[in-house]
């Protein structure tokens, strides 16, 4: 006869596969992170080397692993991913030239696709206070770098509640990405999906395009990301119209159950691999798929459209209750955590834009209280550079004041305006085209220098 802790078990069990069969549960990636600072070189060719043979050598099993892991246990793991150090920083002493960072990039598409891994992040550069050359170099080499690579990802963190907001770098991004816009304009610039702008970026964030392993990470680590809005959306569906201290025991006991299923795969996939478990991100992660959308829960809350008045405090609700109630099923939590709302991969989030129910600025909103910020926007591909520029600078203020991380995951599609559309395909999705603020702000943008940190940073 089954002892207490066997009915439990067997409950967590049945729980586990109805939330799978019925609600989209998975695990949205398993992500490699993979220190390259020891493939220091003085030459591009010679880096590359070291590159491709450590990566190659390392997650040769990482895609076989997930894949098995997901037959025995029957949970799927939908992405296997790697991050590596920024390459700004790995690759200093050996690219001098943005050709030799566009060399680099190649390198680790080619590795990537040679372990079969879905995505690769850590094309990126960490400038939140000042600019090196090899900053610069990498983010002028980040259009041609993005539209002749498949699945390299890059971001750049430019600002930091410790030390303010490089506005220096904040005007170059601008630039870059209307650039990278232009020069992948024959897949609806699609190389701009594969690039993010931060503010506080995390060190240990499996999520892509933001994922890069930080310099303060071990040589080798294998961080987690759980996802489960369908599951979040069908148990606030079924709870009716019961109280907010009820609705938020409903968020917090349905979290702890999605993360209890991510920390098995991470701790399998860790002994399995031979490699330290790092961390499990709790983000609500949408996808283009229907009943997969982090749109639907806030409407599930009580909404009538994402964007309606009620959205930001439902979202801050959501967001706090999904830690609290991830955070008690396991050992080790990091990177973003909470909800995501990107536009192209949440059908809600897309009906809600086309309804008039969501604007830019309601999302600019919605950032300060979710885990990143505005996330997947399509915008008119004659936007000025300097208006994407103090999109970038508004979400970093955001992120450094209130001590949290922000992004800008923007697409100024060429030739694209509004009422036309984008469609990148799979996990990246479709996009209305929304409409911009078109007054200016280039005077602001052009001054030079940085935004001082706020007066709580300084807290030594």
């Known amino acids: 006869m089954p002892n207490n802790n066997d009915l439990v078990n067997i409950q967590e069990v049945s729980e586990t596969n109805n939330m799978i069969e019925h609600n989209n549960l998975d695990v949205r990636t398993i992500t490699m992170g993979i220190s390259l ?38 949970v799927p793991i939908v992405n296997k991913r ?17 050709a030799d960072f566009v060399k680099v990039a190649h390198t680790l598409d080619k ?73 992948s304009r024959d897949t609806d610039s699609s190389a701009c999906s594969k690039l993010v702008v931060f503010c506080n970026a995390p060190d240990d964030n499996p999520f892509m395009a933001g994922a890069f392993h930080g310099v303060s990470e071990a040589d ?36 702890f159950k999605i993360t209890r299923v991510g920390q098995l795969v991470a701790k399998e996939a860790s002994r399995m691999l031979k490699i330290p478990f790092g961390i499990i991100d709790l983000s609500l992660a949408p996808t283009p798929a229907i009943g997969d959308s982090v749109a639907d829960i806030l409407e599930a809350m009580g909404l009538e459209k994402a964007g309606a008045p009620g959205t930001t405090a439902a979202l801050a609700m959501l967001n706090d209750q999904v830690k609290k109630g991830g955070i008690m099923a396991c050992s080790s939590v990091g990177g973003l955590s909470g909800a995501f709302i990107p536009v192209s991969e949440d059908q809600g989030m897309i009906h809600a834009v086309e309804a008039g129910a969501l604007t830019i600025e309601k999302l600019e909103a919605m950032t300060c209280v979710c885990s990143v910020g505005l996330d997947m926007i399509a915008i008119p591909g004659d936007t000025p550079a300097t208006t994407i520029s103090g999109i970038i600078a508004d979400e970093a203020a955001l992120g ?51 935004i001082p940190a706020p007066i709580h940073s300084f807290k030594n």
């Open 37 to 74: 600072l020891d493939c220091a070189a003085g030459d591009a060719d010679t880096f590359c080397d070291n590159i491709y043979r450590k990566i190659t050598t390392l997650a040769r099993d990482l895609v076989k692993t997930g894949e098995q892991i997901s037959r025995e246990y029957g």
């Open 82 to 98: 790697i991050s590596v150090t920024p390459i700004a920083i790995a690759g200093a002493s050996a690219c001098h030239t943005t």
């Open 111 to 183: 590795a990537a696709k040679e372990v079969g891994v879905n995505f690769l992040g850590g094309f990126s550069a960490l400038c939140q206070k000042g600019m090196t050359t090899a900053d610069q170099n990498l983010m002028r080499s980040l259009p041609q770098a993005l539209s002749e690579t498949d699945i390299v990802c890059a971001s750049v963190n430019l600002g930091s509640t410790k030390t303010g907001i490089n506005m220096d770098a904040v005007k170059l991004m601008g630039e870059v990405i209307k650039e990278a816009a232009y020069l």
């Open 220 to 255: 080798v680590i294998l961080n987690v990301g759980v996802s489960g809005p369908g599951v979040m959306r069908d148990a606030l569906k079924n709870a009716g119209d019961m109280n907010f201290e009820e609705l938020s025991e409903t968020i917090k006991k349905t979290a």
């Open 400 to 450: 450094m004041v209130n001590q949290k991380t922000t992004a800008v995951r923007v697409i100024p599609a060429y030739g694209k305006k509004v009422g036309d559309s984008v469609d990148f395909g799979g996990l990246l999705g479709h996009a209305p085209i929304m409409k911009v603020n078109t007054f200016g702000c280039a005077r602001f943008v052009n001054r030079s220098g940085r």
